[in-house]
């Protein structure tokens, strides 16, 4: 049974930082897209980081510089560090795992279309 389990949300101040943790069933993880997306209230589903089997990352314009996707192939956990937080990046953050694609991210300015398998989701609030 594949599983995606977050962890490490919680409430900032804006500038503030976090990490947040997906731990991956193996079989899941080795061979697939791992990737967080975060939804705000009122707004769709949006793709933030990725990363590829070998380790290629890809970011969303508006955290590059500010967020860095990595991954423990050890503890089949992807992570997601944020720093210089903003209001803006309120939202429940999820992760996403895809073995569609051999590996790779299908990211591009068309859309990512990435999430055979999902987490739960992890709020983070940024407020001051």
């Known amino acids: 049974q594949v599983s995606l389990v977050e962890s490490g949300g919680g409430s900032v101040q804006p500038g503030g930082s976090l990490r947040l943790a997906c731990v991956v069933s193996?079989?899941?993880?080795?061979?697939?897209?791992l990737a967080w997306f975060r939804q705000a209230p009122g707004k769709e589903r949006e793709g933030v980081a990725a990363i590829t089997s070998d380790g290629t990352t890809y970011y969303a314009d508006d955290v590059k510089g500010r967020f860095t996707i990595s991954k423990d192939n050890a503890k089949y956990t992807v992570y997601l560090e944020m720093s210089d937080l903003r209001p803006t990046d309120t939202a429940i953050y999820y992760c996403?795992?895809?073995?569609?694609?051999?590996?790779?991210?299908?990211?591009?300015?068309?859309?990512?279309?990435?999430?055979?398998?999902w987490g739960q989701g992890t709020q983070v609030t940024v407020s001051s």
């Open positions: 193996r079989g899941t993880y080795v061979s697939s897209c």
């Open positions: 996403a795992a895809d073995y569609r694609y051999g590996g790779h991210c299908p990211v591009s300015d068309a859309g990512w279309p990435i999430g055979y398998y």
